[in-house]
């Protein structure tokens, strides 16, 4: 899945976007460099380190779970290759305990899903991480969360339900069950 979107310039700052939502990652990387990035994009932390080893970005976005090892396990890499990089850890499962550990281990910033280009933007270029404002007052419901989740993993298997409830380790029927019903509210 490896992209990079490139504008006229190589002189415009470098954003390493790592997420394993392709659909995120291709909207975010349009918009990014709209707004005067460079972009790479990267579907895996694997991936993402490979990535910087060869062009040093100044700037990173890294989701916090994806396959394989996670944006807290990427972000030390990350700063061993450039402690002057800002990274950015976005998620869409918030907790205090993982907004504190990321901004132990280096990150600028937590940033919750969803969040557009704009959000992304504010919190790569703030000079602080404001720890109160990292975990949204009200975060998504579990049941939210799992809704969102299985949707995703629909997406990534273009809808066969089959498909999708074998990555998510449960019966068809289960899967099938939970679709009928209307999404949960936040």
């Not at 910087?52 to 994806?66: F, S």
């Not at 890499?77 to 499962?93: C, N, Q, S, W």
């Not at 990150?107 to 280009?117: F, I, M, V």
């Amino acid at each position: 899945m490896s992209e990079e979107i490139q504008v006229e310039s190589e002189e415009l700052p470098h954003l390493l976007l790592v997420d394993d939502d392709a659909t995120f990652t291709r909207v975010m990387a349009r918009a990014m460099s709209r707004r005067g990035f460079r972009v790479s994009t990267a579907g895996s932390a694997e991936e993402g380190y490979a990535l910087a080893k060869q062009d040093l970005p100044d700037y990173a976005t890294l989701d916090l779970k994806m396959e394989g090892d996670s944006g807290l396990v990427l972000l030390p890499k990350l700063l061993e290759l450039d402690p002057e990089m800002r990274v950015l850890i976005l998620t869409g499962y918030s907790s205090i305990a993982t907004a504190v550990e990321a901004i132990k281990r280096g990150a600028c910033n937590y940033l919750c899903k969803p969040a557009d280009a704009d959000d992304v933007l504010a919190a790569l270029l703030s000079e602080h991480a404001d720890l109160d404002s990292l975990v949204p007052e009200n975060p998504m419901s579990v049941d939210r969360l799992q809704w969102e989740h299985i949707q995703r993993v629909l997406a990534e298997h273009d809808g066969n339900i089959s498909a999708t409830a074998r990555a998510l380790g449960m019966h068809r029927r289960t899967l099938q069950r939970k679709l009928q019903k209307r999404p949960v509210r936040r």
